[in-house]
Nanobody
Framework: QVQLVESGGGLVQAGGSLRLSCAAS????????MGWFRQAPGKEREFVTT?????????YADYVRGRFTISRDNAAKNVVYLQMNDLRPEDTAVYYC????????????????WGQGTQVAVSS
């Protein structure tokens, strides 16, 4: 069982930065691939980025590649981070982290555990 709690959301101006954190409980955190997804108002939840259990593999959606960076700390904190730079109004959404056993995937259906989400709002 893995419990996930996101934090770090807030209101920022376009061009600004935020760093989201996802704290995970459970002794086997290091064996889970992690992902970030987001859901904007009136839209379906979409994939943002994923990282493998080791941190050696990452993949980004085209619309965030080059601006967002995912990383993880398995050793001490059991935390996954999402560094978001050059934020745009279209990045406004609730951001969710998710965990799955096995390899990373962009498919939401592959993730077994989900956090409650953290709101990110970007003003123009």
């Amino acid at each position: 069982q893995v419990q996930l709690v996101e934090s770090g959301g807030g209101l920022v101006q376009a061009g600004g930065s935020l760093r989201l954190s996802c704290a995970a409980s459970g002794r086997t955190f290091s064996s889970y691939a992690m992902g970030w997804f987001r859901q904007a108002p009136g839209k379906e939840r979409e994939f943002v980025t994923t990282i493998s259990w080791s941190g050696g593999y990452t993949y980004y959606a085209d619309y965030v590649r080059g601006r967002f960076t995912i990383s993880r700390d398995n050793a001490a904190k059991n935390v996954v981070y999402l560094q978001m730079n050059d934020l745009r109004p279209e990045d406004t959404a609730v951001y969710y982290c998710a965990a799955k056993e096995g390899p990373s995937t962009t498919a939401q259906s592959g993730y077994k555990y989900w956090g409650q989400g953290t709101q990110v709002a970007v003003s123009s």
